[in-house]
């Protein structure tokens, strides 16, 4: 499995981004995919999944600021990110789960929030 990333960048301190993710190569079972991020001397963290039924999770931090979706169709998921704050500076990194065993990794992608 093959994750792409995109979407990060540099935005103020309450604006938007929107991060998108594509899987492709041997995609089929994937059954969760979602977005990590990593700041500067921290350890790697969980932003939000989202299982192929469905069935969101999200860091307390993002709650109500961040949303998830996914295209089971397309093996893609969006994250729009709002009101982002400074401390959202990371790289953010999308995954993906096959048949809830295995787990893939995209190349990180940085969003950057200025004050």
């Known amino acids: 499995v093959q994750l792409q990333a995109s979407g990060g960048g540099l935005v103020q301190a309450g604006g938007s981004l929107r991060l998108s993710c594509a899987a492709s190569?041997?995609?089929?079972?994937?059954?969760?995919m979602g977005w990590y991020r990593q700041a500067p001397g921290e350890q790697r963290e969980l932003v939000a999944r989202i299982a192929s039924g469905g069935t969101t999770k999200y860091a307390d931090s993002v709650r109500g600021r961040f949303a998830i979706s996914g295209d089971n169709s397309k093996n893609t998921i969006s994250l729009q990110m709002n009101s982002l704050k400074p401390e959202d500076t990371a790289v953010y990194y999308c995954y993906a789960v096959k048949a809830s065993v295995t787990t893939y990794w995209g190349q990180g992608t940085l969003v950057t929030v200025s004050s």
């Open positions: 190569g041997s995609s089929s079972s994937i059954t969760a």
